[in-house]
């Protein structure tokens, strides 16, 4: 009978899946659940779905929506379902034409998959042929939705799925620059300019010494992680604006560092900005003759 018991469970998860608390939230309460790290199946209008930062999310874009008195429209607004409690692992992947064949395959074992594909594009047209020859396809429940656009807007517009994870590539872009200095690695002094990295180091690191060191960073990126965005304001003083990204920053900070093995972050109370401005005001002294036409007087010796 141990068949049936799993697919009773697997039935069991996707009706929770189905039944679980939706709610429609301002843009600026779903960016607070990402930065609390919440798993996150999200729909909206592109322009509110662009202004959410990276994090364990993926979305469509429509700006209808169900509630609890049916239909509405509503593009101001982000439909949020969150299966943080559910969700034991996961993963983000993203398909094209090519790959969509993969979809069940590269789900868990014990889980579920949910697939948003983007409505009049040739990706569902292929999916929809093709699903019902995928091998195993009712291992697992496959879940989800196609996503769209605002009906007046059909032939101007085109539906989009969202991955809130960061680009790979752009880690690997970063990894592919910090190999021409390989030579150097566990040598190279980091120096850190900008409000992110002397906040941190003000608050978790050797402040007299201006200085943090890996594992100082490590302990701050997890005990900002514990908090979420409002926590962080009104619990450790920051700004909201220095709230919303010190966690990235901080992440940043600790992939540079264990790629190159340093291990101290140098942070120089003048930044970049007040750098700019000596250089300028420099520049401007020693261009003082020429601007201004001004002659210096010779002095007798």
Known sequence: MNWLYEMTLKLFLTYKICIMEK?????????????????????????????????????????????????????????????????????????????INNIVSDGYDNGFTVLILPAMQNIVHKFAVEVPDYPNLYKNPLVGWISGIKYENV???????????????????IELWLEEFRPYFGKIQIVGSGGNINKLTKIYGNYNRR???????????SHLTSFN??????????RPDRADVIVPASEIFLHIMKTIDSENVYA???????????????????????????????VDK
Request: aromatic fraction near 12%; glycine fraction near 8%.
């Open 229 to 238: 965005l409002q926590e962080r304001i009104d619990k450790l003083g920051l």
């Open 23 to 99: 709610y429609l939230y301002d843009t600026s309460k779903v960016i607070e659940l990402i930065n609390e790290g919440r798993v996150l199946l999200l729909a909206g209008d592109e322009k509110k779905l662009d202004q959410l930062p990276d994090g364990n999310w993926i979305a469509g874009t429509t700006p209808y929506f169900m509630d609890t008195e049916g239909c509405c429209f509503n593009p101001d607004k982000i439909h949020v379902r969150d299966i943080t409690e559910i969700a034991e692992e996961f993963k983000i992947v993203e398909y094209n034409e090519d790959n």
């Open 268 to 298: 120089p109370k003048i930044g970049l900005a007040d750098g700019l401005i000596h250089i300028l005001y420099q520049k401007y002294i020693n261009n003082f003759d020429t601007v201004y036409g001004v002659k210096k007087k010779a």
């Open 155 to 173: 032939g101007k517009d085109t539906a989009k799925v969202y991955s809130g994870k960061v680009k790979s590539e752009i880690w690997k872009d």
């Open 211 to 221: 200085t943090i060191s890996y594992f100082q960073l490590q302990a701050a990126y």
